[in-house]
């Protein structure tokens, strides 16, 4: 066989390998839906949420894999450096590994903005400043006056270094002049479960995984962090109305896949998530977590994504963050 026939049938064999994975049908099998962070978080809780709508729509099973560690960094690189590009499996991608945890670590196992293709946003989470209720605090004007009084300065507990329960921790420690002292977790879950139980005193907690604790009367909820009142407290004021003006953060999520997932995947996939967000009844228990629906296009997504980056990137390096 010449150079040239055998330079045409690979040519053609690589176009015809090419056209039927284009044409392959999808999804061809179950879909992993991974988690970067422990069972009893926000992101978990929003998986689980989602998992039952997304078998219905895509007519195949949909396992939810919690996988923690490194704030998030381990799960989420899983998923762009080890899972095939085919849209089989689907990051929970959270605000602290997509645009903070660059900054914060020295060395990432994976870029979030080359490594990862974004599919949708689905949060935008308020925080909420909480305590044990044995601290007898009920207002803003009340619980700095108790931690001003402190000889040891109060402890709050976190999902990890880097997360937004840390973020605004630290910028209320200096935004209000109260010394805390954190304490990381490997996810909000453990670190809400300490709270609950008075170990730590103190969290500023992404709303969708205290809400329920908060109406059990388990915890006293102080402020949010949103500039509005969230509709899930209706009586909780913002920081600013409780006397502490220009504080606000919030904490988002989204969907994510490998980079170099096929468009029309993509596509598939951005449609299924718009689709539940249709649903009336899904609406209204999604935004009974504590978050409005904000899914729009996997570009919208991608922008926020590295709008994010920069300005919490800057936050961390002025607050002096840092994952050690």
């Known amino acids: 066989m010449t150079l040239s026939r055998r330079t045409a049938v690979s040519a053609l064999a690589l176009g015809l390998g090419t056209l039927a994975h284009a044409q392959a049908p999808y999804p061809n099998g179950p879909i992993r839906f991974l988690v970067p962070y422990p069972p009893g978080g926000p992101t978990d809780l929003m998986a689980r949420m989602l998992q039952p709508e997304l078998q219905k729509r895509l007519g195949v ?17 899983e998923v762009a450096k080890q899972a095939p590009a085919d849209g089989q499996t689907l990051l929970l991608a959270a605000s602290g590994p997509m645009a903070v945890n660059g900054t914060l670590f020295r060395n990432m196992p994976f870029n979030a903005i080359n490594d990862l293709a974004p599919v949708v946003q689905l949060s935008a989470f308020p925080l909420v400043l909480e305590v044990h209720p044995s601290l007898n605090v009920k207002t803003l004007k009340e619980f700095l006056a108790v931690a001003k009084a402190q000889k040891e300065p109060f402890t709050f507990a976190s999902a990890g270094n880097g997360t937004p329960q ?15 002292v954190h304490v990381p977790y490997r996810g909000a879950g453990p670190a ?3 709270v609950l139980g008075g170990q730590v005193k103190v969290m500023f907690d992404i709303l969708g995984s205290s809400l329920p604790h908060i109406q059990a009367g388990k915890l006293q909820p102080i402020a949010v962090t949103s500039a509005q009142r969230s509709p899930a407290l209706p009586k909780v004021p913002t920081m600013a109305e409780a006397g502490l003006a220009n504080f606000e953060t919030t904490a988002w999520h989204g969907v994510a896949v490998r980079a170099g997932t096929p468009a029309p995947i993509i596509a598939r996939l951005n449609a299924t998530f718009l689709d539940i967000f249709k649903d009336p009844a899904f609406r209204q228990k999604w935004e009974a977590i504590g978050t409005p629906v904000v899914a729009g296009t996997p570009e919208a997504f991608g922008q926020l994504v590295r709008t994010e980056s920069v300005r919490l990137g800057r936050l961390v390096r002025d607050t002096g963050v840092t994952a050690d």
């Open 61 to 77: 099973p949909v396992l939810v894999e919690n996988k923690g560690g490194a704030g998030g960094n381990v799960g989420s690189a």
């Open 166 to 180: 840390h973020l605004a921790g630290e910028l209320f420690s200096r935004a209000a002049g109260v010394p805390l």
């Open 192 to 194: 809400l479960n300490d």
